[in-house]
């Protein structure tokens, strides 16, 4: 793929004071191998040899259509730039060189001609380090490119894996709502057609909501408040619930369906066993990290409380805890952390931890 890429002015200064400390070290190795003649001429005659041969190729690249992958013109066009560079900057270059040389710093006699020696040396240093240079820059660019791709490939890769895990786990809610509904439809009709009511304006809002792999917290407070409601429906005034979402952070951003799991563990293993039923507080707060502020997202019921030994992980058990730390570490590694907890007073506190994305508002 062919295109013409936006001209950035910073990078071109970074490319020329490259090509000036290259030209430096062109200078010094000549001077190295003629310790007999002065340092400045070839100082003189690299730095403006190698000025105008980069203002050739490097300027000039802007003009022609460049790969996608180098930003370099492609085949023969790119092989005619480097090599009129090359000549550009030599006879100019040595032309300015000479003047400079004889009439400003005076280095040498006016009237002083190189000898054929001296002029065969210069155009094979030239040749050479026109073409280790051009080689130099086509390199980082590929390189620059490759390392860009391999970045948008991890990142796609983390966005379908993260969907993976979403589409698991939103028929995994459907199912558990479902059998909550076929149980209260033999004991309570008049609540069930409640209850069910309830899901259909769940299930809409749920699946009409955007479907990126992130949203503001305030949504994600907004779908748990639609489940809960939906869950005290069957549950009556056995549940109560309390959310706690701090306004500095309503537009943090974090997976969709990442709380929901752990209020369905709560209420299910913590509520639900217990005859009197109990309360769920899910509440967002911010700590001091190691490398920045962390976001502290905390789900604590006064249920039964965790058992001796947690069930292994398989169907209907622990799946959305298992999901959850699978979410957490695809899009955060070792910096996002689940962890459950027995609370003094009795029931479950599960603390969801990870980086703050975006600095809360003031």
Excluded at 80 to 109: D, M
Excluded at 164 to 191: K, S, W, Y
Excluded at 214 to 241: C, I, K, T
């Amino acid at each position: 793929m062919m295109l013409r890429r936006p001209f950035n002015g910073i990078s071109k200064l970074r490319h020329f004071l490259q090509v000036l400390a290259f030209t430096l070290v062109v200078a010094t190795i000549q001077y190295a191998f003629m310790p007999d003649k002065p340092y400045g001429p070839p100082v003189v005659y690299s730095i403006l040899i190698g000025t105008f041969t980069w203002a050739v190729i490097d300027l000039g690249r802007e003009l022609i259509p460049s790969a996608a992958e180098t930003g370099w013109p492609h085949g023969w066009q790119g092989m005619a730039l480097v090599a009129g560079g090359i000549v550009v900057g030599y006879v100019a270059g040595t032309a300015l060189a000479n003047a400079l040389c004889v009439y400003y710093f005076h280095f040498y006699p006016p009237g002083t001609s190189t000898t054929g020696s001296d002029q065969r040396t210069s155009i094979l240093i030239t040749a050479i380090a026109g073409l280790v240079g051009s080689y130099y820059f086509y390199a980082i660019h590929k390189s620059a490119y490759l390392e860009d791709k391999m970045a948008e490939a991890r990142m796609h890769a983390s966005e379908a894996r993260l969907k993976l895990l979403e589409t698991q786990l939103e028929p995994h809610m459907l199912f558990n709502t479902l059998a909550n509904l076929r149980v209260l439809i033999g004991t309570d009709p008049a609540r069930a057609q409640e209850m069910l009511d309830r899901m259909i304006a769940y299930l809409r809002a749920t699946l009409t909501a955007s479907r990126s792999t992130q949203h503001p917290l305030s949504n994600e407070f907004d779908r748990l408040r639609d489940y809960l409601e939906l869950m005290a429906v069957r549950m009556g005034p056995r549940m109560a619930y309390t959310l706690d979402l701090p306004e500095a952070l309503r537009d943090v951003p974090v997976p969709p369906l990442l709380l929901q799991p752990l209020v369905e563990n709560a209420i299910r293993h913590g509520l639900e066993p217990q005859v009197e039923g109990g309360h769920i507080t899910v509440r967002a707060s911010t700590r001091p990290g190691a490398n920045g502020p962390l976001l502290v997202i905390e789900v604590n019921d006064t249920g039964v409380g965790l058992p001796g030994t947690l069930p292994t992980p398989g169907p209907g058990q622990s799946f959305g805890l298992t999901q959850v730390r699978e979410r957490l570490a695809t899009l955060h590694g070792a910096s996002g952390t689940l962890d459950l907890i027995a609370a003094s007073a009795g029931g479950t506190s599960a603390s969801v931890v990870f980086p703050l994305k975006s600095a809360p508002s003031p």
